[in-house]
């Protein structure tokens, strides 16, 4: 049986070469590149079959799963090759010829393959042919859509001008296909679920098409409002525009000549029909990719006029007792929460001596410019002899104005935080605005910031001359002390010495030991 098996495997890569050989030659990279992608993920998949239908395992099932992923195969590449229609200048009639041929043969075994699990689901039961069935249904909705992808490619190849509803053909027709192949996963997962189980293998491919419906869904919606944005709120480009910019549309490469063109929010200008084209695939701008759809409002921009006199900030008075929301806004984390009484009276007379100052600038913004007129006219005449007068003078009007302006107000400040600890760094000073700025000022400024670039780079220059200087240091030091451990002495080694005075006390042991072991001599007269 594994032979049979064997030698079945075998034919299947055979006839797949030759079909591939008749029907699209020599593929290219980025298809062999898809094909393995997808082939892993279906092969994952008939493995899940295989466990949901254990009890059925038998050649003739492993033989139409196989004929099922073979098939699957031939799809893929028939989109891709279709796909590849689009991008390619030149189709000859050999391509038209086998995709046509292709997508024929691929068509009759679908509808065959399905019209079978018909048949045999009415006379036998409920089995494992509803799976094929359901699945050469899906595919039979793919074979639909390559071909009216072909067709509409086609007509685009053979018309003298770029078709402009191509693509939304394009678009309709990938909504409705992945409508269909939503419909046809739930009616499959329902059915399966009544006679059998869960199909676990569907759910990827479910999830697949789902996404793929959201998707041409949420396309159609976006650009049908961008078209709309199109014609209602971007202005109409003028001649003067044209010649001012670039008269070249980058989508076509064609240049603007005339009406029909269009200005995006961003100042960019293309054909009105190479725009509603774009629209139709992405809602950005095909030049700085600036997103349309966000904003719409910037489109009609007003001519320059004459600036109109600032409005007056006022605030409109808040009842008695209220807390501003902004006050103690530097406490993070605790805006929401209520404060305790004495705060509370400091942040309300706070509020109130900010809401006085700013109605007494507003109410007289004269009558401060007139009393600084006066002031300075009057210090002018007096000269010398009353400069000695206007220390005390100025002193006394800050005394008295901070002691008339805001009675009561200044305790607030001599209280310290609430939280000390936990207040974050004051935030940045925002840069100036360098449009003010005149020419003499902004070649002052650049000659400023290129003398403290200089003086950076000097500094940086110095700290790298000292870290070289450091590092041959510690090189010279490191060098000076291995050589002076090589010079050394060796100090004298102690194991002789005790050498020695082991025999040597072993020679003083010696004769007592031979006194000991003789025997005692007697005495001579």
């Known amino acids: 049986m594994a032979i049979i098996y064997l030698q079945a495997f075998v034919m299947v890569i055979l006839t797949g070469k030759l079909m591939r050989k008749v029907f699209f030659g020599q593929l290219r990279a980025a298809e062999m590149e898809h094909l393995i992608e997808r082939s892993w993920y279906a092969v994952t998949e008939t493995c899940l079959a295989f466990t949901v239908f254990r009890d059925d395992f038998s050649p003739k099932f492993v033989a139409l799963f196989t004929l099922l992923l073979f098939l699957k195969c031939f799809h893929w590449l028939a989109e891709d090759r279709v796909d590849y229609m689009e991008r390619s200048p030149i189709i000859s009639y050999i391509f038209h010829l086998r995709v046509v041929a292709l997508l024929l043969l691929l068509g009759f075994l679908d509808y065959a393959f399905v019209a079978h699990a018909y048949h045999t689901t009415l006379t036998k039961g409920a089995s494992v042919q509803v799976v094929f069935g359901f699945e050469y249904a899906i595919l039979l909705s793919i074979v639909v859509n390559i071909y009216i992808k072909y067709f509409l490619h086609t007509m685009d190849l053979h018309s003298e001008n770029p078709w402009e509803n191509k693509a939304v053909y394009l678009l309709y027709t990938e909504l409705v296909v992945s409508f269909i192949k939503v419909i046809l996963y739930l009616t499959f997962m329902a059915i399966m679920i009544k006679i059998h189980t869960f199909p676990l293998f569907a759910i990827r491919p479910m999830y697949l098409s789902m996404r793929a419906f959201k998707k041409a869904f949420n396309d159609v919606i976006m650009s049908r409002r961008a078209i709309r944005n199109m014609n209602t709120l971007y202005p109409d480009a003028t001649a003067e525009e044209l010649a001012s910019a670039d008269n070249v549309c980058i989508i076509c490469r064609e240049e603007m000549v005339g ?56 605030q409109p008075p808040q009842p008695q007792g209220a807390v501003p929301p902004v006050a103690f806004a530097q406490w993070p984390g605790l805006a929401g929460l209520p404060l305790f009484p004495p705060f509370q009276q400091m942040q309300q007379q706070l509020y109130q001596h900010q809401q006085q100052q700013q109605q007494q600038q507003q109410q007289q913004p004269g009558a401060a410019a007139g009393a600084a007129a006066s002031s300075s006219s009057a210090a002018a005449a007096a000269g010398g002899p009353s400069g000695t007068g206007q220390p005390t003078a100025g002193a006394s009007a800050a005394s008295s104005s901070g002691t008339t302006a805001a009675p009561g107000v200044g305790t607030p400040f001599l209280l310290p935080p609430f939280f000390p600890l936990f207040l974050p760094p004051p935030p940045p000073v925002p840069p100036e605005g360098l449009e003010s700025l005149s020419a003499e000022e902004l070649n002052a400024m650049e000659g400023q910031e290129r003398d403290k670039v200089a003086a950076r780079i000097r500094c940086l220059r110095n700290i790298q001359t000292l870290l070289d200087a450091a590092v041959l240091q510690l090189q010279q030091y490191s060098t000076t002390v291995a050589r002076e451990t090589m010079n050394e002495p060796q100090q004298p080694s102690q194991r002789p010495s005790s050498d020695s005075s082991t025999r040597e006390s072993t020679a003083a042991d010696a004769p007592g030991t031979a006194n000991a072991s003789s025997p005692a001599q007697p005495r001579s007269g």
């Not at 139709?280 to 700085?288: A, H, S």
Request: charge should be positive.
């Open 259 to 314: 009406g029909g063109n269009k200005r995006l929010p961003c100042s960019h200008i293309f054909h009105t029909a190479c725009l509603r084209s774009w629209f139709q695939r992405q809602q950005t701008c095909p030049t700085c990719r600036m997103d349309v759809l966000r904003h719409p409002q910037a489109a009609a921009a007003p001519s320059p006029q004459a600036p109109h006199p600032a409005a007056p900030n006022v």
